[in-house]
């Protein structure tokens, strides 16, 4: 082996400066760059790969509820946008618009879709006829854009990955029920296969999406206790239909516009990942998601040592195959420059198997989260390593919700309030009123934001008056500082 012992340049602590941390491990663990567009990012094959991953065990969950994906075109006519006057309102700031193609003056300009509520109620429009027809349940995966003035990697860009859902149903009861399931599994991919713990409930009535009667969705904490809104779910009403004209024959041979709803996961749940997750020496990827689950790491110093460790070594490696995605690095660096780089990239497991593994038939799993070293037999390899993945999947999941619950605070003090926001991190619980215009003067005064009012609610009903105005509270409500 080449001694070159050229280790991972050090990141910067979290607990100094986390923005710059959260940077550096997106770069150096090679997930993503940015692009020669202003606030555009590359997303590399690393990152990708955590995409794919993030993709498949969403989708899947997504077809669990009969939801069928399709796809619709990025350019929306200006026309679709001022159907729905609060939608186009909500998007106007940031939508990107093509006036000119292929050298000439376009009739009518297009835009880059910022959301695709409009072109896919425009095709509902036409699709939808008869009671029979419903409910029609279509998510595409996509691009789109969102002209961002400040924007950060994965977190916000100005153009996206993301999927978006779109439904249409015959009753209300039907579209809100479709909104909450929707939710639903948001919150049980975040917790089960991302391991992050998440707060499911509805936005404010500032908060909620442009045009939409109801927005639910799962907020989490990150590593510097701001928020993260994860996943939404916006239960349309019969707006959209209105603005499209979707409509049906019921039953009763009586004409009724649908009701819709529609939802949305982005690249920024893998902002989440490295937030929750990482540590001082990079990231820390949940099993369930990471590229690869584990990492083998040969080991020699003598050229006679080499056949049998790399013999040892294409043994498990073919044991694993098509079973754990595995990554055997081959490459000439050095043993410890290798752990240092993996350890980085946040690889759940790594495998050391040396000249002494060998000739113990056994191997050394050493595990990201804790660096908790166990020497594994190779005849108890097939059945430890699953079983070990899996107890990292679910101690990662345990400490994010330990250090969520260690930076949740609950007050009925308005001083104390801001006190909190202002000299330590994390959520805040209070009682509420739903008022607006206290909502965005705490906004101003404080720079937190309410980010949910939570569906777990004190049983009997809230008691008490409201933190901001000493109204008679409606729920509890969480505000926090937020990316």
């Not at 996206?160 to 639903?184: C, K």
């Not at 113990?360 to 005849?379: A, I």
């Not at 008022?435 to 980010?451: G, N, Q, Y």
């Not at 009997?460 to 008056?465: A, E, F, H, I, Y």
């Amino acid at each position: 082996m080449v001694n070159d012992e050229k280790f991972v340049e050090d990141i910067v602590d979290q607990d100094d400066n986390f923005s710059q941390w959260y940077n550096q491990v997106v770069r150096k663990a090679e997930l993503a760059d940015y692009a020669p567009v202003r606030g555009c990012m590359i997303i590399r094959p690393y990152g990708y790969a955590l995409w794919e991953n993030l993709q498949q065990k969403v989708d899947a969950r997504f077809k669990e509820t009969d939801v069928q994906n399709a796809y619709f075109p990025l350019l929306i006519p200006q026309s679709f946008l001022q159907k729905e006057a609060e939608h186009v309102e909500g998007f106007a700031p940031e939508v990107a618009w093509v006036t000119r193609g292929g050298g000439e003056e376009l009739e009518e300009p297009l835009a880059i879709r910022p959301t695709s509520e409009t072109i896919i109620g425009n095709s509902f429009s036409k699709w939808i006829q008869s009671y029979r027809d419903l409910p029609l349940l279509i998510n595409q995966w996509a691009n789109v854009m969102r002209w961002e003035k400040r924007t950060a990697l994965f977190l916000r860009t100005s153009e996206f990955l993301w999927q978006e859902g779109h439904t249409a149903h015959r009753t209300p009861e039907e579209a809100e029920e479709r909104t909450r399931l929707m939710l639903e599994v948001y919150r049980s991919f975040a917790e089960e296969d991302a391991a992050i713990p998440v707060i499911p409930g509805r936005k404010s009535e500032n908060e909620k999406f442009a045009g939409a009667l109801r927005t639910y969705s799962i907020e989490a904490m990150m590593g510097d206790g701001k928020a993260l809104q994860s996943a939404t779910s916006h239960n349309l009403g019969d707006n959209f239909a209105r603005g499209f004209d979707i409509q049906f024959l019921d039953a009763d041979s009586q004409r009724k516009y649908c009701h819709t709803t529609s939802w949305g996961m982005s690249t920024r749940m893998i902002g989440a990942l490295i937030m929750v997750h990482g540590d001082k020496s990079g990231l820390i990827l949940p099993p369930r998601l990471a590229p690869y689950q584990v990492v083998i790491v040969p080991i020699w110093r003598k050229e006679k040592e080499k056949e049998a460790v790399n013999e040892l070594v294409n043994r498990v490696e073919k044991m694993f195959k098509g079973k754990v995605r595995v990554k055997v690095d081959r490459s000439e660096n050095t043993p410890g420059w290798k752990y240092n780089e993996w350890e980085m990239r946040g690889v759940p497991l790594r495998m050391e198997i040396g000249p002494r593994d060998v000739q113990n038939n056994n191997v050394m799993l050493v595990r990201r989260d804790n660096r908790v070293k166990e020497p594994v037999s190779v005849d108890a390899l097939e059945q430890r390593l699953p079983e070990l993945l899996e107890e990292i999947q679910k101690a990662l999941y345990q400490r994010a919700l330990e250090f969520r619950e260690q930076n949740t605070y609950t007050t009925d003090s308005y001083d104390e309030f801001k006190q909190i926001i202002a000299e330590k991190r994390g959520f805040v619980r209070v009682k509420w009123a739903e008022d607006s215009a206290a909502e965005l003067a705490i906004k101003e005064e404080t720079k937190a934001t309410l980010r949910v009012i939570p569906f777990d609610q004190p049983e009997g009903g809230v008691q008490g008056k409201c933190i901001y105005t000493g109204k008679p509270a409606t729920c509890e409500a969480i505000f926090a500082r937020a990316y």
